[in-house]
């Protein structure tokens, strides 16, 4: 299953009917954080809606929402299922509603709340997902150089560098072919 996912928060507002929608989407790590400041910048807003998909230890996809008060399942649910359809993890959306003073019903919320969640999906760079293992690399000091430049040439993050009494550890994380490659490359 192809899943996608985006590295920074972006943000797009659309109006409806007098309403105004301002969506965010962020990676999850930052969601609680966003959520947290957007309640605290928009007192005023009637409604801060959410919803996030994020994968699990065990390579689940979990999935919540809420409707902040709208009709039940007009809000949270359409977000969510933007996020679906567009194979979206790790990575959450939020989106501020002022109201404008005439009522959209059920099915216009659910409207509206799925375009501020597909207008914030365009607005934002998204790249495909890989799975990512943690691996350490020992070596000792001489190769110090040879292993720093495997690592800019298969384009690894290095979480930590440490420095041993005789080698040198580099602990990165890596997907499963370039591993592959790596371990080649250090025979």
């Known amino acids: 299953m ?89 990575c959450a959306i939020i989106t501020v509603r002022y109201f404008g003073g005439v009522k959209l019903g059920i099915g216009g919320m659910v409207r509206a709340y799925s375009l501020a969640a597909k207008s914030v999906i365009e607005s934002a760079t998204i790249e495909p997902y890989e799975s990512l293992v943690e691996y350490v690399i020992t070596k000792e000091y001489k190769d110090q150089r040879q292993i720093e430049y495997y690592i800019k040439n298969l384009n690894l993050n290095v979480k930590r560098r440490n420095f041993l009494s005789d080698k040198v550890e580099w602990i990165v994380d890596i997907t499963e072919d370039k591993l592959e490659r790596l371990k080649e490359l250090l025979v």
């Not at 309403?19 to 966003?34: A, G, M, N, Q, R």
């Open 2 to 90: 192809d899943m996608n996912y985006t590295r920074k928060r972006y943000q797009a507002s659309i109006e409806v009917k007098k309403s105004k929608f301002i969506s965010y989407i962020v990676p999850i790590d930052s969601f609680k954080l966003e959520y947290a400041n957007l309640q605290k910048e928009h007192t005023k807003a009637n409604h801060i809606v959410y919803a996030y998909r994020e994968l699990n230890s065990f390579s689940q996809i979990v999935e919540n929402s809420t409707d902040d008060g709208e009709p039940r399942g007009a809000a949270g649910v359409p977000t969510l299922n933007q996020l679906r359809g567009a194979q979206l993890i790790n």
